[in-house]
C-alpha cells in the first residue's frame, strides 16, 4: 500500500538557517504529493502541493520539487523564522484508488530558536 | 468562509461510554473526512463521504465506530462501548469534487481522552 516516510524530528535550528525536512513515498499510482503544517493549537493547514511528476510547490518561501524518480518530496526554505515552528506533515492522495484520501507521514517537529 | 468547524474540542469519557463528535464541512464541499491521529503520528484516514454517500472505510474503523452525514451536510462519527485505545485527536476535513485536484481543509479536531 502507499506509505510515506519523513525525517524523524525533532529538528532544532537557529532563526535565519537553512531548513530541509526529507520526505520519500511508494505508492502504486500517481500521486499528488502534499506537505500540511500545524502550528501549536491550531488545525492542520495544507502549505503547498505538487500534482505531477518535476512539479515544485512553493508558499511563504517554502518550496518543494517532486521528484518521481527518487520518489521525494523534500520541503525546504532558505531563511527559517521563529514563526516556523510548528509540526511539518509529509503527505499523498492516490488518485489510482478513487478517493483522495491522504496517506501521512508521522510529522516532524521544528523549533527554530533566536 | 467559515472554514471546518468540530464539536467538541474536548471529549473525557469513561471506558464503555458512547460519544458522538460532529463535523461541519465549508458549507459548498461535497466531500468529507474522517482521520485519527494518536500521539507522535500523522492522520490515519478512516472514512469519507461524497454528499451523503459513504463510499470507503478504513480497516481501523472497527463496529464500534459508525458515521453518517445526512442530506450532505454535517457529519456525526460515533463511537460505542469506548476504549481506552480510542484515545485520539478526531480530524475531520471536507473538499470540493473537481476536475482539477482536489485540496482538503482540515477542522481544528476534538481530541478525545477515554479514562
Known amino acids: 500500500g502507499d506509505s510515506v516516510t519523513q525525517m524523524e524530528g525533532p529538528v532544532t535550528l537557529s532563526e535565519e538557517a537553512f531548513l530541509t525536512i526529507n520526505c520519500t513515498y511508494t505508492?502504486?499510482?500517481?500521486?499528488?504529493l502534499f506537505w500540511y503544517v500545524q502550528y501549536p493549537g491550531e488545525g492542520l493547514q495544507l502549505l503547498l502541493k505538487a500534482t505531477k511528476a518535476d512539479d515544485k510547490g512553493s508558499n511563504k518561501g517554502f518550496e518543494a520539487t517532486y521528484r518521481k524518480e527518487t520518489t521525494s518530496f523534500h520541503l525546504e526554505k532558505g531563511s527559517v523564522q521563529v514563526s516556523d515552528s510548528a509540526v511539518y506533515f509529509c503527505a499523498l492522495s492516490d488518485l489510482g484508488f478513487g478517493n483522495e484520501k491522504l496517506t501521512f507521514g508521522t510529522g516532524t517537529r521544528l523549533t527554530i530558536i533566536p | 468562509d467559515t472554514g471546518v468547524s468540530q464539536d467538541p474540542r474536548h471529549k473525557i469519557t469513561k471506558r464503555g461510554q458512547n460519544v458522538t463528535f460532529r463535523c461541519d464541512p465549508i458549507?459548498?464541499?461535497?466531500?468529507l473526512y474522517w482521520y485519527r491521529q494518536t500521539l507522535g503520528q500523522g492522520p490515519e484516514f478512516l472514512t469519507y463521504f461524497q454528499n451523503e454517500a459513504q463510499l470507503e472505510k478504513s480497516r481501523l474503523l472497527s463496529d464500534r465506530f459508525s458515521a453518517e452525514r445526512p442530506k450532505g451536510s454535517f457529519s456525526t462519527l460515533e463511537i460505542q462501548r469506548t476504549e481506552q485505545g480510542d484515545s485520539a485527536m478526531y480530524l475531520c476535513?471536507?473538499?470540493?469534487?473537481?476536475?482539477?485536484?482536489?485540496?482538503?481543509?482540515f477542522g481544528p479536531g476534538t481530541r478525545l481522552l477515554v479514562l
Open positions: 476535513a471536507s473538499s470540493l469534487l473537481a476536475a482539477s485536484q482536489e485540496t482538503q481543509y
Open positions: 458549507s459548498e464541499h461535497n466531500r
Open positions: 505508492a502504486t499510482g500517481y500521486p499528488s
